[in-house]
């Protein structure tokens, strides 16, 4: 059996010395990668990496923790290894446990956590470490951190954020949440409490974007007689991945000052230049992938809301495509008149008891549903959070949030930004976390790339010494430098 394993430093280039420890908070996809990047790329024998996962689980998270196989990655698997310089690693893998081996294969998310364990699993020795529990605190003493959860306190020498995705925002309509009921599933990833509702239940699905397109496929596969209707304020579903694509177009990238209109012309104009030469549009969004974070980085605050709020929509649901498999589902439900999508939104929704009565748009007719499904993607605001661990790091300032509120505040370099706008030395995140500074932070190749730097970024402060750093934490807390000129 071929094994692909990250080259190591020989470990005799290491003294003896002292422990750096790492906990990695959070072990989905963001952590094990940093993980994997840690232990690969160190040969240490002082290293410690501690994975804190509150299941103990690693590898899954809220995105590959399904166990419905029908829920498929969006992106093919030639694109989806965890080393961005072993691009056939996930490819060789599945070839070698009996999976699909083809580079244009949407695989299954389940498989793809599987994938990281074992990964994982290729690089763990005696310096990996993974804890069950939530942690609650990260409390700075000293120049190093202690590392808080409900029973157990330990320390870190480098702390990294790798917490992945938030639960969806709570609904709110005339300003109120939606008060618990028994027809209201705040959480979309609780495939249990989908699989049990009424064969022949009538269920509306609030969002329209990978998240309810996966609940609408577990609903309706497993309840023949069910039907389904999604909401959303335009009523645009993700296109579709087609089955063979060509090379990314190749584009010149605007320069001089930008406007989030300006870049929206840009790629109208690129997308009407690919098709005079027979180039589909998604070549030329994804020729745009490389370029994307620093043209978001190049837009003024002002601009950054403005494609929020004008844009942003038509660019996700092309740039974020479902796999062609689950595109032919969702419109075999539509042909077959169980599955509607309605724009406008959710006008209001009337408490029926073991039921909920759901107005869209101007429909002069609600619908009358045995239940109602959050699938309004994830929570980014952090002001909002009750996770216990944001609430404790926004409390003492270590954490703030991005100006845009998609994220936290981060430096290029994965350092957190805290309330005086200076990075907090040994403070790093990892993944869609990052999104407001970065806006590409919640895909692998993105995440993978992040996780490597990261790594690389510990290992160093760790190769300088702790002792050293703690006497110059003052010179290292650099002064954040804005990443967007006053709106």
Same mark, same amino acid.
């Given at each position: ?10 470990a ?7 422990h ?12 094990? #990668? ?6 690969g ?10 994975i ?9 998270g ?9 829920? #498929? ?9 965890? !080393?961005?310089d ?27 956590a ?55 925002k ?13 027809? =209201? +599933? ?6 249990? *409490? $989908? ?15 990978l ?54 012309? =840009? ?22 992938r490389? *370029?994307?974070?620093? $043209? ?10 403005? !494609?929020?709020?004008? =844009?942003a ?23 077959d ?44 605001d ?10 404790? #790091? ?10 845009? =509120? ?9 350092? +957190? ?33 992040? *996780?490597a ?9 760790s ?25």
């Amino acid at each position: 059996m071929v094994v692909t394993r990250l080259p190591r430093p020989a470990a005799a280039a290491y003294a003896p010395g002292p422990h750096h420890r790492v906990a990695v908070i959070g072990g989905g996809a963001s952590g094990v #990668l940093n993980a994997i990047n840690l232990l690969g790329r160190s040969a240490d024998p002082g290293l410690r990496v501690e994975i804190h996962e509150a299941s103990g689980i690693v590898g899954r998270g809220i995105a590959y923790g399904t166990n419905d196989p029908r829920h #498929l990655l969006n992106v093919r698997s030639r694109h989806m290894s965890a !080393f961005p310089d072993i691009p056939s690693d996930l490819i060789e893998w599945a070839r070698r446990t009996g999976r699909s081996e083809d580079p244009q294969a949407f695989l299954p998310r389940l498989d793809f956590a599987t994938y990281l364990q074992d990964r994982l699993a290729q690089v763990a020795d005696h310096r990996l470490t993974i804890c069950a529990g939530r942690v609650e605190d990260v409390v700075p003493v000293g120049g190093q951190f202690e590392i808080r959860t409900s029973d157990v306190t330990s320390t870190a020498d480098s702390v990294v954020l790798a917490y992945g995705n938030q639960r969806p925002k709570a609904l709110v309509l005339d300003g109120d949440q939606l008060p618990a009921a028994s027809w =209201h +599933l705040p959480n979309p990833w609780d495939l249990g *409490a $989908l699989r049990v509702l009424p064969d022949d239940a009538t269920i509306v699905v609030v969002g329209t974007g990978l998240t309810a397109v996966d609940t609408v496929i577990t609903l309706l596969e497993e309840g023949p007689r069910r039907r389904v209707v999604m909401v959303s304020r335009q009523g645009q579903l993700p296109r579709a991945h087609v089955a063979q694509l060509s090379t990314a177009w190749v584009q010149p990238v605007p320069e001089g000052p930008l406007t989030a209109d300006l870049l929206a012309d =840009h790629v109208k104009e690129q997308i009407a230049a690919a098709a005079s030469q027979g180039v589909g549009w998604r070549a030329v969004v994804d020729g745009l992938r490389a *370029a994307t974070t620093p $043209l978001w980085k190049r837009l003024p605050l002002a601009e950054r809301r403005r !494609f929020l709020e004008v =844009h942003a929509r038509e660019w996700e649901v092309r740039r974020h495509r479902m796999a062609p498999e689950v595109a032919a589902r969702i419109r075999a439900y539509e042909d077959d008149g169980r599955l509607s999508v309605l724009g406008g939104g959710i006008a209001s929704i009337a408490d029926r008891g073991d039921r909920c009565q759901v107005l869209v748009g101007d429909a002069p007719t609600p619908i009358v549903a045995q239940a109602l499904v959050n699938c309004t993607g994830p929570a980014t605001d952090i002001t909002r959070s009750h996770d216990p661990l944001l609430l404790a #790091l926004r409390e003492r300032g270590l954490v703030t949030p991005d100006p845009l =509120h998609l994220g936290i505040d981060t430096l290029d370099g994965g350092e +957190l930004v805290d309330e005086t706008g200076r990075a907090v030395p040994g403070l790093f995140a990892v993944g869609p976390p990052r999104k407001g500074t970065l806006w590409e932070s919640t895909a692998i190749p993105e995440i993978r790339a992040q *996780a490597a730097a990261v790594a690389d970024g510990i290992i160093a402060r760790s190769a300088l010494g702790v002792d050293v750093l703690r006497g110059i934490t003052g010179d290292l807390g650099s002064t954040h430098p804005s990443a967007a000129a006053p709106a």
